[in-house]
């Protein structure tokens, strides 16, 4: 039996057939709804359902205990058993950012750390990219896999920069490093994901990177700290293992003299030199700063175990589910079609 769709905070409406997810038949009406990995996994989908009833094939695994019970649904796994209502919470703009496909050269690549590269790829001219700070693409591999990596720097000039780890088996990573040729040309989509400063709030803002999880939220960062009208307190906590893997640590320390509204913790889980700031897991120096988070808001991105850890602690001690948004950096998933 086919069900309807209405979002809560649009006119639209749609049906979503037997068997169709409610992703699945969002996308076949065209609509512009958050999407990443299309397997449960990184949580882009994540909506809240203020009313009616969905199952699900397996219990959806990026979501923590606390975002059920508060109404959240993965909309990639949600089949409806009843006519659903849900809210979006995204704006309206982004409605005018529908992932696209392009290519784009590889302008410059270099070691931000040493084992984090920098890759900048320059977009077709006149491509109209356009990307909310905070947003990731999918590199297109010749065999239809796809990496997922977060945009890091603010939409403005004509280069995508990406902060890509590279691990001994990472096949996108090393083959990047060490055998993509000068100026390769490269296949990607995007933008994608829902991970991306809200701006109809007034609350504090607490981020919280782990490793290359600093790429989405140095893109944010650099938005709103240009921005003068931009005055909501924010602060980063970066978590690392060793002072070598800060590879950013001069620019945020910079910002952070440079603007009074934002602070800047870097912590370390394996310092091996004398090491005067935070230590430890970085979701733990958070709360040792802030154990009240009741009137936060929270944007968190990293290595999937730190983001699981971070959520559970942030939740537990009284962020609001609504006001929790993060990037899972999940491995790669195997190839899927793309849809709508
Ligand atoms: C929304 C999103 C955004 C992301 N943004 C970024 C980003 O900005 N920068 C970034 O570096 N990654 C990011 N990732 C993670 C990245 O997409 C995966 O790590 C991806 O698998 C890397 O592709 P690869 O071909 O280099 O390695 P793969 O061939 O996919 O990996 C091979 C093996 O290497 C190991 N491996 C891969 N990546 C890691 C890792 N990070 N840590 C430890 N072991 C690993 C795993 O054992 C894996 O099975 C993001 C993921 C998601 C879902
Ligand atoms: S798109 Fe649904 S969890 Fe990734």
Redesign the pocket.
Known sequence: MSHQVYLADRPQHFTVQPGETVLQAGLRHHLALPF??QSG??A?CRVRLTQGEVEYPFPPPALSDAEIQAGYILMCLARPKTDLIIALHQPPMLDALRPRQLPCRVQHRRWLAHDVLGLSLKLPRGADFRWLPGQ?LDILLDDGRR????I?NAPGGELLE????V?P??????WAAHEMPQRAILRFEGP??AFYLREDSARPILMVAG??GI??IHAMLEDVLGRSGFTRPLHLFWGARTQRDLYLHERLLHWAAAHAHFDYTPVLSEADAPWPGEKGLVHEAVLRRHPDLHGFEAYLSG?PAMVRAGKSALLAAGLDADHLFY??????FETWPTLG
Request: glycine letters at 18%.
């Open positions: 990443g990995c996994g990184c882009s990731y990496r997922s990596f977060s890091a990406l902060h890509v780890r691990t088996g990472g096949r996108f990573a090393h994608l994901g490793g290359t790429a989405p290595p990037d899972s950096f999940d491995y790669a």
